[in-house]
């Protein structure tokens, strides 16, 4: 009884990205090394944060850590590893999310995530912008389900989490 | 020890019949929505139950008619609302075999079972003097609770440890979904003090004996208090005769409205129990620095009641009486072994707790391999099938049972056996549609 409706929110890119996990650690991520608070990262130094984010509806959650070198909006994000345990739609776009942003600068990923945001809680009212999101845009069907916005959601603001205080 | 005697009688009751079921349809308006495109389906009466016309109309005749504040004025309206208030109390304990002023209202179960979590706590904190001392909990005395107990019975328990010092334990779960009794003998000892257990599971759906840990109690003076949430709306229960000290239920899991909960407590305890929320309705003689409390049930109802819920909640027990819990019962083991065998028919489902052959509420609790919950519960949404996806608010039991999440398929006297297959049709679909093969 498929319904097109089913199909538009989880389109072939989801399903496929909710079973290959690009970039996903099978078990936990290994402990980040200790820099102690007093130390002045070197100038160009690759620097690691990391942010895990719960979806207390349903316990899905997501682990994002990225490696950040430079500063400000031209700091590139070199690294980006991920685990989580979720829906469909929460795994696939943490993968998606892994190919999307690696080596973009933040201020280019931060261009994406807001792009993204405003998509998903449009309720359907905004046409995904396939330039800038690229693959994500394939999540425009989750707006329709405000339910579900929070699972397509987990990865990034775990992302953004981890990024923004070290790319400041 | 024996198995409790009732399971032979029930299971001798006649389900209710198809036309039956077809005929109390009629009566629950909300079984006419239809969602995206198809007639709603709704399986999750576990979490919320619908109300017939009858609930929705006691409480509408009740705010045209006789809305009032009960136990306070002295005008007609008054004394008429309150009687009706008071009436619906004593149709409510006839229901669960208790005294009338044995029913406390309160909001919900979990209210319930924090009044006593707190007035335990408050009685160990010294108040409530001589009567209150044998509710006195302190380091070296222990609260046990089960692993498959729904968050509210086990959240206020955990505080209520930490509030006194107490140490909370608890009966293992087995990897069949059930108690672990012999544990259950170990656990439950000379220090345990209170024993807080689930009658139905809300996420395996079998029925636990009561009689087997009562008994255990018993032997060691502990007091126990049933959560029958899961019981109360689908099996007769008679409070008397399980000799529980303490129960509690939901009326909105019983065709009720939301709002309205009962605490059942033998007089005896409820008498010796100093109260949780105070306030106006609850005291006789008051000064500027001490109150003398109302008997029970009244001590522990301070405030303005939630009067209309009450009364709709009795209109509620009399629509499940008229029907006759014995056939409910009877015709809820028939769904539920139709969900079984036709879950255990379905590649890749793994239904959490035992099989068939185990006396059980109408619902099942299942893992599709390789599709999350979540997933699979927007599958049937789309098709107009209300199911609950998650922990169902029971993490220990899940993680116990290696699962993070499950989804919920659970009936009630509405539900038609069309239903659960166009269910089970639906759930066939979904693990293809995800694009996996087992
Ligand atoms: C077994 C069990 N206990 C307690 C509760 C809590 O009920 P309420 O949320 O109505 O207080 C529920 C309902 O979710 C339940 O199924």
């Not at chain 1, 795994?91 to 973009?104: E, I, W, Y």
């Not at chain 2, 028919?345 to 006396?359: A, N, Q, T, W, Y």
């Not at chain 2, 509405?414 to 679909?429: C, I, K, M, P, S």
Request: aromatic share 6%; charged share 20%.
């Amino acid at each position: 009884m498929t319904s097109t409706a089913l199909q538009q929110l989880y389109q072939q890119i989801i399903l496929d990205h909710a079973k290959s996990r690009h970039g996903a650690s099978a078990g936990e991520l290994p402990p980040l090394p200790i820099v102690p608070a007093s130390a002045v990262p070197a100038f160009n130094e690759l620097r690691l944060a990391e942010s895990h984010q719960v979806n207390t509806t349903c316990g899905d959650d997501v682990t994002v850590r990225v490696g950040v070198r430079g500063a400000g909006d031209d700091a590139v994000i070199e690294e980006f590893a991920w685990r989580g345990d979720g829906c469909s739609i929460s795994m696939a776009s943490a993968s998606v999310l892994h190919d999307t942003v690696r080596g973009v600068s933040v201020g280019q990923a931060r261009a994406m995530l807001d792009t993204y945001r405003e998509m998903l809680r449009s309720r359907g009212t905004i046409e995904p912008d396939e330039e800038i999101l690229g693959d994500a845009a394939a999540f425009s069907g989750v707006s329709r389900y405000p339910a579900r916005v929070k699972c397509a959601m987990l990865a990034w603001v775990a992302f953004e989490a981890a990024v923004m205080p070290v790319a400041g | 020890m024996t198995l409790s005697a009732p399971s032979s009688t029930r299971a001798t009751a006649r389900p209710l019949t198809d036309e039956e079921v077809a005929r109390i349809r009629n009566d629950f308006p909300i079984l006419e929505t239809r969602v995206n495109g198809h007639p709603l389906n709704y399986l999750d009466s576990g979490a919320t139950s619908q109300n017939p016309v009858s609930v929705m109309e006691a409480e509408q005749e009740f705010y045209e008619q006789r809305n009032a504040a009960v136990h306070r004025g002295a005008h007609t309206l008054a004394f008429g609302a309150t009687e009706t208030f008071e009436a619906a109390r004593a149709t409510v304990a006839a229901f669960i075999g208790a005294r009338t002023d044995e029913v406390v209202w309160t909001s919900n179960a979990t209210e319930a079972i924090n009044l006593v979590a707190y007035s335990l706590s408050n009685a160990s904190l010294g108040l409530g003097g001589e009567a209150a001392k044998r509710f006195r909990l302190g380091a070296g005395d222990e609260i046990v609770v089960t692993e498959m107990e729904h968050h509210a019975n086990l959240i206020p328990w955990q505080q209520l440890a930490l509030r006194t010092g107490a140490t909370l334990r608890f009966i293992p779960v087995q990897d069949d979904g059930t108690l672990d009794l012999a544990a259950a003998g170990t656990v439950i000892g000379a220090r345990t003090r209170l024993l807080a257990f689930t009658h139905a599971s809300n996420v395996v759906g079998t029925i636990n004996p009561v009689a087997e840990l009562v008994a255990l109690a018993r032997t060691v003076g502990a007091l126990v208090l049933l959560d029958a949430c899961q019981s109360v709306p689908h099996l007769p229960v008679d409070v008397a005769a399980l000799d529980v000290d303490f129960a509690v239920f939901s009326g909105h899991k019983m065709l009720g409205p939301t709002g309205i909960g009962v605490l059942y407590g033998k007089t005896e305890l409820l008498a010796g129990l100093p109260p949780f929320l105070t306030g106006g309705s609850m005291i006789t003689t008051v000064d500027m620095h001490t109150a003398e409390f109302l008997a029970p049930p009244q001590r522990f109802e301070a405030g303005t009641q939630r009067i209309s819920q009450a009364i709709a909640l009795a209109a509620a027990v009399d629509y499940l009486t008229e029907t006759g819990m014995e056939r409910i019962m009877a015709r809820e083991a028939e769904l539920g072994n139709r969900l079984l065998v036709g879950l255990g028919d379905i590649p890749g489902v793994r239904v959490l707790g035992p099989g068939l052959g185990v006396e059980r509420i109408g619902l099942a609790s299942f893992d599709l391999v390789g599709v999350h919950a979540h997933d699979v519960g927007q599958y049937l949404d789309e098709a107009g099938i209300a199911v609950r996806v998650g922990h169902h608010c029971a993490q220990p039991l899940h993680r116990r049972l290696g699962v993070t999440a499950s989804t919920r398929a659970s009936t009630y006297l509405y539900t038609t056996t069309d239903e659960v297959d166009q269910f089970l049709a639906t759930l066939r679909e979904v693990a293809p549609f995800f694009g996996v093969r087992s």
